[in-house]
């Protein structure tokens, strides 16, 4: 889909598939499925569906110039298919043309108006541009087509949390994509992101309900052990945020909240520079972290080392005022001793 969630921790390394073979129990790899497709089309060249299953696959394989090719091929076998303007609006998209996602969208609904689907994605792009009475006025046209539309209830939560702050709605839409369609992850995210806020009675056993229904999804178990870190279990945040390490080493900001744990609920400094310095080693401009390895260092008592800690901070960010602050915390201890 066009709109895209920022994601706060990396995604697995599992090998990328494409749809199962229905005679396998596992699923097949991108590139087998471009050569089984590549055969089926050396075969038979006349069959549009075929080029629009390669270009699919082409997409998944980050092939965009392949895709393309195919895309215009299915085009002049086939010019009045939605679904391959739909696929070329995603390629677009990924080309950053917005102009011709435009044009490409129009097209696909003047095609068929019935189909919802080329309006919600007009509705995605332009809550991405933030023009959002269109926006607004795309996806509600999209639901009055077809009310059950777990995408476009999630696109119309999106407007309601971006153009109007209006959280309640927000959920509302939310929980409605997730009714119609149980195993919509992005749309359970969202509603994770408000209880957090909100922090109803239920929202540990929420996101732990959340976690053991996506266990694919790193963000489920981040946003997990992100609430039990500041709500009196950083024990079992520690093991959340060690699993997602063994799952990828190099993800700094998981490495950051491990540190952050070890330092500020179990007071383990050693333990917590370690990770800071990891998590520097990986990004070195990450100014949060640098920042709370001089914090540990000055708690440990090597205040030159933290007073050094801290410039460095002031050398990439003269704003940085907890540095600034701390700096003179410093300088002032000096003093009075």
Do not use: W
Request: charged share 20%.
């Amino acid at each position: 889909m066009l709109l895209v969630v920022v994601a706060m921790v990396a995604c697995n390394d599992k090998p990328k598939t494409a749809e199962p073979a229905t005679n396998e129990d596992e699923p097949i790899t991108v590139n087998s499925a471009i050569t089984m497709l590549s055969d089926s089309i050396a075969m038979d060249s006349t069959r549009a569906d075929l080029y629009v299953k390669r270009a699919q696959a082409y997409v998944a394989n980050e092939q965009v110039g392949a895709a393309m090719v195919d895309i215009n091929k299915a085009l002049q076998l086939d010019p009045n298919n939605v679904d391959t303007y739909l696929l070329l609006a995603n390629v677009y998209y990924m080309l950053g043309n917005e102009s011709n996602i435009t044009t490409t969208l129009n097209k696909a609904a003047e095609i068929d108006p019935f189909d919802s689907r080329p309006l919600v994605k007009l509705a995605e792009l332009n809550l991405l541009q933030q023009n959002y009475k269109l926006a607004y006025a795309y996806v509600d046209k999209a639901l009055t087509i077809e009310s059950y539309n777990p995408q476009a209830y999630f696109v119309k939560g999106m407007y309601f949390m971006t153009a109007e702050q209006d959280t309640a709605n927000a959920l509302k839409n939310f929980q409605l994509a997730y009714e119609q369609d149980g195993n919509f992850y992005d749309a359970v995210e969202q509603i994770c992101r408000i209880y957090t806020i909100q922090n109803p009675p239920f929202t540990l056993d929420y996101l732990r309900n959340v976690q053991k229904q996506f266990p694919e999804h790193a963000n489920a178990r981040y946003e997990l052990a992100l609430y039990l870190q500041s709500h009196g279990e950083p024990e079992e945040a520690l093991c959340h945020y060690d699993t997602l390490l063994m799952a990828d080493p190099n993800n700094y900001i998981v490495l950051f909240n491990e540190a952050y744990v070890h330092f500020i609920y179990m007071h383990n400094n050693e333990t917590a520079l370690d990770f800071f310095n990891k998590a520097l080693q990986i990004n070195p401009d990450y100014m949060d972290a640098l920042y709370n390895k001089g914090r540990v260092l000055e708690q440990m008592g090597n205040y030159v080392e933290a007073m050094n800690v801290y410039k460095q901070v002031l050398e990439k960010n003269t704003n940085y005022q907890l540095a600034i602050d701390a700096i003179n915390r410093i300088q002032n201890q000096a003093e009075e001793e």
